[in-house]
């Protein structure tokens, strides 16, 4: 099963201060931060990006699958596997 749970995986992967972040939305809804807190998750927000850009340009997949119906197709049938019914049902 993949993890989607952000407060699990900033440790993982090196943003731990990305909890303080969660902290803030949890205490409310239009919390905003202050113009320091601000601009300090900005330089976080672009870090971030440049490991992505990095990660993708290093990354030995294709940008594009070559056989993208194939997948879906398989995609679908899993799905409906696991739902319990089958395709053409």
Same mark, same amino acid.
Request: hydrophobic residues 35%; glycine residues 4%; aromatic residues 6%.
């Given at each position: 099963?993949?993890? $989607?749970? +952000? $407060? !699990?995986? +900033?440790? @993982?992967?090196?943003? #731990?201060? #990305?909890?303080?972040? +969660?902290?803030?939305?949890? #205490?409310?809804? %239009?919390?905003?931060?202050?113009? $320091? @807190?601000?601009?300090?998750?900005?330089?976080? +927000?672009?870090?971030?990006?440049? =490991?992505?850009?990095?990660?993708?340009? %290093?990354?030995?997949?294709?940008?594009?699958?070559?056989?993208? &119906? !194939?997948? !879906?197709?398989?995609?679908?049938?899993?799905? =409906?596997? !696991?739902?319990?019914? @089958?395709?053409? &049902?």
């Amino acid at each position: 099963m993949t993890d $989607t749970d +952000v $407060t !699990e995986l +900033v440790d @993982r992967y090196g943003f #731990a201060r #990305a909890r303080d972040l +969660v902290e803030t939305k949890r #205490a409310g809804e %239009r919390v905003s931060l202050d113009a $320091t @807190r601000k601009a300090d998750w900005l330089k976080e +927000v672009r870090h971030a990006f440049e =490991l992505l850009d990095d990660a993708y340009a %290093r990354s030995i997949l294709a940008p594009e699958p070559s056989n993208r &119906d !194939e997948l !879906e197709a398989w995609l679908i049938e899993k799905r =409906l596997q !696991e739902s319990g019914s @089958r395709a053409g &049902d």
